[in-house]
């Protein structure tokens, strides 16, 4: 769930319930009612009785992670799937050696178990040689008041490999500032080498039937020119004397 979907209900007092999990393995991780607000709005809980989740290296499927780094995130239990059906490379291939069904996510654990995703491995912006998650950028951006909807994705450079487009959805009878955006990203402490360097709006952001946007149908989009990203400056970094 969207940090700015959980907050808006418990500011009208509605204690949501935020979760993980996928089609190969079920619904595995929670939230729980009486967890800390700043978990029920950062995490998707702990793992339910039956199943573990651990975090395992990018580039090395066996290396398991300690709490607080960022890798990928896999699983195992009662309720994970035997296999693809009638696919044996693919279900071979979503495996560590050591029976952990590894989900493309991305996500770090604390020392108490509680899940947070940074995004997927295959949506990693890589500029000049340094990881960015969408998913960070498209959260904060979702915080600016006139912005509905939002997904950060690369655009090809030269020099540096790729860059970072944000696209946003306005909120109806809204316009979306690209200075007052980008201050918002810098005020809600984004990085300088996360910001965004390219911006462009659309009436509506496509979606897959999950409700989650179709970031390939952006690119393509991109691709063919029928979106056509600007480019943005950052704000300038201030110092205390």
């Not at 969207?2 to 979760?19: E, F, N, R, T, W």
């Amino acid at each position: 769930m969207p940090s700015v979907v959980a907050q808006g209900l418990l500011d009208v007092g509605v204690i949501p319930q935020s979760g993980y999990g996928m089609t190969e393995a079920g619904s595995h991780h929670y939230t729980r009612p009486d967890d800390a607000t700043e978990l029920v709005v950062g995490t998707s809980g702990r793992a339910c009785a039956g199943y573990e989740v651990a975090i395992f290296s990018r580039e090395d499927p066996e290396k398991q992670l300690p709490a607080g780094e960022v890798g990928q995130i896999g699983g195992r239990g009662a309720s994970l799937m035997l296999g693809y059906f009638d696919d044996q490379a693919s279900t071979e291939g979503s495996f560590n050696a050591s029976g952990w069904f590894l989900t493309g996510d991305l996500g770090w654990m604390d020392e108490e178990g509680y899940l947070r995703i940074t995004g997927r491995k295959k949506d990693v912006i890589i500029r000049g040689g340094h990881n960015i998650f969408p998913a960070k950028i498209e959260n904060l951006a979702m915080q600016h008041p006139d912005v509905a909807k939002a997904a950060a994705v690369p655009v090809p450079d030269e020099r540096l490999g790729e860059r970072v487009c944000l696209v946003v959805q306005p909120k109806p009878d809204r316009d979306v500032s690209s200075g007052d955006l980008l201050v918002h990203l810098a005020d809600a402490g984004l990085s300088k080498y996360d910001m965004p360097e390219y911006l462009a709006t659309v009436d509506d952001l496509p979606l897959m039937p999950s409700g989650k946007v179709l970031k390939r149908r952006l690119l393509e989009w991109i691709e063919e020119g029928r979106l056509s990203p600007r480019p943005v400056r950052s704000p300038p970094t201030t110092t205390s004397a």
